[in-house]
């Protein structure tokens, strides 16, 4: 099986624009996560979706969002970016449960000029 | 809510010598615990976990955690390090609920000196 993919894996913005990441999940798995990844802050929960609906929120402002469309591919956009937004931004799949076990795709680098 | 401690950002040793990577969390109710290793320039891939049964969980690479339920602890040890093993690695929680989600620690970086 394919593993997880996202695309792009670079990209480089400027300040106010917005960004559109896209996350394929391995075939059959129904949950998706998407996680900020910064040197100082670590790893942190974005959301989570499950057949099409998100359930899960983690701590971040309206300006991050994201969706799953009905065959599990899911997209999450920034909007008005910001210098803090720079990142590794990381998706994850899971065949069920996002709790139990997760598979990762190689992230994707986001910079913000 | 849970929570999870790495209390070691960065772990030198010596090749061929034994590590032990420490990670704590809390928690009100059972757990799941994963740890979790992220080559430079990748994303995390999982190197174990313990889900139920017994406490002792090992990878095929020569890894090993504990789950201690007393000490809410699943530290990462190995008795002989390689070059190769160089990588963050991370622990994480999750709560045996059907809406939670895998909290992960900040990482400890294990570096291997020659």
Known sequence: ?113 | AQSVTQLDSQVPVFEEAPVELRCNYSSSVSVYLFWYVQYPNQGLQLLLKYLSGSTLVESINGFEAEFNKSQTSFHLRKPSVHISDTAEYFCAVSTKTRDDKIIFGKGTRLHILP
């Open chain 1, 1 to 113: 099986k394919a593993g997880v993919t996202q695309t792009p894996r670079y990209l480089i913005k400027t300040r106010g624009q917005q960004v559109t990441l896209s996350c394929s999940p391995i075939s059959g798995h129904r949950s998706v996560s998407w996680y900020q990844q910064t040197p100082g802050q670590g790893l942190q929960f974005l959301f989570e979706y499950f057949s099409e609906t998100q359930r899960n929120k983690g701590n971040f402002p309206g300006r991050f969002s994201g969706r799953q469309f009905s065959n599990s591919r899911s997209e999450m956009n920034v909007s008005t970016l910001e210098l803090g937004d720079s990142a590794l931004y990381l998706c994850a799949s899971s065949p069920g449960l996002a709790g139990v076990q997760q598979f990762f795709g190689p992230g994707t680098r986001l910079t913000v000029l």
